[in-house]
């Protein structure tokens, strides 16, 4: 990693951090932030719930710092996602049928020049991009994103990296204001600090030039300031692309796909024969 951030708590704050991450380390499962400072209320290191701030600024610094033990990692994100768990089939023979509608998805950047990721500031702006591209993995940042997710998308580009050997490039786009690019260059000089491997990060857009270009209107709260969802859906689609088109090979993409048709169609044909077999 290539931290440069020499964090140095006082006593008391070090204190703090050292029985936290003893608190972390007791269990065998991921806790958050939040988990953490009740158990420091409880050891009377905190008083009040009123330290919470206190607490987590604290943490943000160890984390970012990979302070005596800590790394960005340490503490989970708090989600409130529901976990589904359970089996989904009535019987075996529709288990194995539904394997056999399954489509063959193979990794098209073995085929590629280059290993693309797209990471974007809004989260409402999944659907669109996930319209417009094909096999990039999509990065909503959610505005400001957490430690924790900056790491893991960090990790997740050293990770590219040993599995493809290809350049690598994060491709941008958010809001043309000065909190929007902030968040770009708070994301890119964190996640450089926490990954191994040379990436070329381009902030595709909102630019100056696609503001006068596609006439973006001004954000009505906030002369002078240019948002996303400000443009139409085709400058949208232009600039989502228009990232891409040098980086992505479109026949070797289509030569992918082929494969892809190729085997699920041999797995449809067969799949049947195998559950006469089983239930014999």
């Not at 049928?97 to 193979?106: D, M, P």
């Not at 596609?214 to 709260?221: A, L, R, T």
Request: with cysteine.
């Amino acid at each position: 990693m290539r931290n440069k951030d020499h964090y140095q708590p006082d006593a008391e704050n070090a204190h703090i951090l050292n029985t936290a991450l003893a608190i972390v380390q007791s269990v065998d499962y991921e806790v958050s932030a939040r988990w953490v400072f009740y158990r420091l209320l409880q050891a009377s290191l905190y008083n009040a719930k009123e330290d919470y701030k206190k607490w987590i600024a604290i943490a943000s610094r160890a984390r970012h710092a990979t302070w005596n033990g800590w790394a960005p990692d340490t503490l989970a994100d708090e989600t409130r996602q529901p976990i589904p768990r359970g089996g989904l089939f009535s019987t075996e023979r529709s288990w194995i049928e539904a394997v056999g509608r399954a489509q063959c998805s193979l990794d098209r950047w073995y085929t590629q020049p280059a290993y693309v990721e797209l990471w974007y500031e809004a989260r409402a702006m999944t659907d669109q991009f996930r319209y417009y591209t094909d096999g990039i993995t999509l990065r909503p940042m959610g505005g400001d994103p957490s430690i924790a997710y900056k790491y893991a998308a960090a990790r997740a580009l050293c990770a590219a990296d040993r599995r493809y050997g290809k350049p690598i490039y994060v491709l941008y786009y958010g809001d043309l204001d000065p909190k929007g690019l902030e968040i770009a260059e708070t994301v890119k000089a964190d996640v450089e600090k926490w990954c191994d491997v040379d990436f070329t990060f381009r902030r595709v857009g909102l630019t100056p030039e696609q503001v006068a270009r596609y006439n973006v209107p001004e954000n009505f709260e906030h002369p002078g300031a240019y948002q996303w969802e400000a443009l139409t859906d085709d400058a949208a689609r232009e600039i989502i692309k228009s990232g891409t088109d040098d980086l992505i090979d479109p026949e070797a993409l289509q030569l992918v796909e082929g494969r892809e048709f190729n085997a699920s169609q041999w797995l449809s044909d067969h799949i049947g024969k195998l559950a006469e077999e089983y239930e014999e």
